[in-house]
């Protein structure tokens, strides 16, 4: 018996770094969103644990977050089976997109229901605290602002009613290297909430912003490019997400919005179009 699932992506609107902590980890306040960009798993029973991903340099081995997660679980509950899992892997990696939290997080959700464990989204949260900051997140599936290091989510209707392309420079972006050169701010000039609930669109190139872009804009300047461009494809506001180096733009009408992403397709960058309003379907289904 099969299973069948998707991992999505997701954007951030606004990311201010607030503070260093000891731990190595920042205090951060971040909205989250989701686009449509994501990776397919296909989950069986097996003889023995085994990873497939279709993009052959991602390594497979202890390090990949999927098998941190079902050790996570096996050593929380303890699993009765062991699983073949698949990925057909879309999501650039090193893009800021969240692929590997996303990645985790639907492991931990699929391994629940098909082990029919009944642990609830707090509990696989709980667990998975040490995997990575993105991956409550993902476990509730509901847009909302991050804060302390991104685990703690307010649930905010914050997915934007306007068409999102979404940019890969084809070059990674480093977390660790991007939080190392980003100097903290413990008093952002504009208050995040605010500008996402009450502000218009139109304002945000004013008021929202990714302070890790002065990390990374300086060592990967591709990506500052692509925030330009997107400016000049026509949108309302642009931004890099996460730690980069993915770049998004926010665009109001849909053959704006097209005409962009085919211009990026046609530069040979990965890229992605996300309708207005979107939800991801969070289903896990069963493939006879």
């Known amino acids: 018996m099969t299973w069948i699932a998707e991992s999505y992506a997701k954007i951030n609107l606004g990311l201010h770094v607030l503070e260093r902590l000891p731990t ?55 699993l009765k089976q062991h699983y073949h899992i698949k990925v057909d892997k879309r999501i650039p990696a090193g893009a800021g997109l969240g692929g590997g939290s996303s990645n985790a997080a639907l492991t931990l959700r699929m391994l629940n229901k098909i082990e029919k464990m009944g642990l609830s989204d707090d509990e696989l949260i709980d667990l998975s605290r040490d995997l990575g900051a993105d991956i409550p997140f993902f476990i509730k599936g509901a847009t909302g602002i991050g804060r302390g290091v991104g685990h703690d989510i307010e649930p905010l209707d914050i997915q934007p009613d306007h068409w999102i392309v979404t940019c890969f420079p084809n070059e990674s972006s480093s977390t660790v290297e991007a939080y190392q050169h980003c100097m903290p701010k413990p008093e952002p000039d504009f208050d995040l909430k605010k500008t996402l609930t009450e502000t218009d669109i139109e304002e945000w190139r004013y008021t929202l912003t990714n302070d890790l872009e002065q990390a990374v804009f300086p060592r990967i300047h591709v990506a500052g490019n692509l925030k330009d461009q997107m400016y000049e494809f026509g949108a309302h506001y642009a931004s890099m ?48």
């Open 24 to 78: 190595g980890y920042h205090q951060i306040e971040t909205g989250f969103c989701f686009i449509e960009w994501s990776d397919r798993f296909e989950v069986m029973q097996a003889p023995e644990t085994k990873l497939d991903i279709s993009d052959e340099e991602i390594p497979t081995g202890e390090g990949n977050l999927i098998n941190k997660a079902i050790r996570a679980l096996d050593r929380y509950v303890g």
């Open 241 to 288: 997400t996460g730690s980069g180096s993915a770049v998004y733009g926010i665009f109001d009408q849909d053959f704006v919005a097209t005409n962009a992403y085919k211009g990026f397709l046609d530069l040979n960058l990965p890229s992605n179009l996300t309708r207005p309003g979107f939800k991801p379907d969070y289903g896990i289904y069963r493939k006879d």
